[in-house]
Structure formats: structure tokens, C-alpha cells
């Protein structure tokens, strides 16, 4: 597979392919503190961080918050959970101002069954992301 740039999950897309993926991206802004994704909440989108940096928070059983990671612009938030039909299992809060490209889980869904070639690319694209996650903590 033809890796054309370094982007989180268009990187194995081709140019005509990026448009067609970008049909049905929302793009949205953030400011610092501003809350983007709650704990428990059922959303499966997939965000995209062009710009800004997020802090991955969660409650211990005191209900106490905690930081365990932030992600800075160039990469995902919500993959996992676009894989694993959970529940969001922790609060995403904006350290920064931010720009991010929101891809709707429903509106992916569809546009993967339509083109099933992209649906490989975007979860070679996803595979290759939570690896990264996944050795970056064990290596930390």
C-alpha cells in the first residue's frame, strides 16, 4: 500500500480518494478548556487534530480527574471507539485553541460500503495509528 503523506488517517488515501473523504468531514474550532469529548457519551466520530493540542483525562473511583496522555495536533482522537462500539472512555479537554476535522461515524460508514478499497486504506490508516499509541505508552 502507497503511503502519500503523513497524516493520520489520510496517509494511505490517494488525492482523488482524499476528496471523496473530505465530502464529509466537518471541520470545527475549539478554544482552551473547551470540553470535546465527555466520558460515557455514545458518539463514535473520529477526530482529526489539524491544529492545538487535548489533554486524555479520566476519573479514578473517587471521582477524582486525572491526566494520563495529551495528543497534539497531527493526530487522531475517538479511533478506538470507531472500532470498539463502547461507550467514550474519557474526557477529551482542549489545553489549547484548536482546529480539528470531525469524520461522522455514520456518514464514514456509508461511504466505506460504498467504496470498499478506502475502508482498507482508512483502517490500515487507524491500525497503523493505535500501534503507534500502543508502543509509545509501553515505551514511555
Known sequence: MVKYN???LYCFLSPEEKKLLQTIVKSQSFMAHETIINLGERNRDIICLEEGSVSIQVEDFEGNVR???RIHS???VGEMNF???TRRT???VALTF???DIIPFAKLCSLLKEYPLLAEKIFSALSLQLKDKYLGM???
Open 6 to 8: 503523513d497524516h493520520p
Open 67 to 69: 491526566e494520563v496522555t
Open 74 to 76: 497531527g493526530n487522531l
Open 83 to 85: 472500532i470498539i462500539p
Open 90 to 92: 474519557a474526557n477529551v
Open 98 to 100: 484548536g482546529e480539528a
Open 138 to 140: 509501553i515505551n514511555a
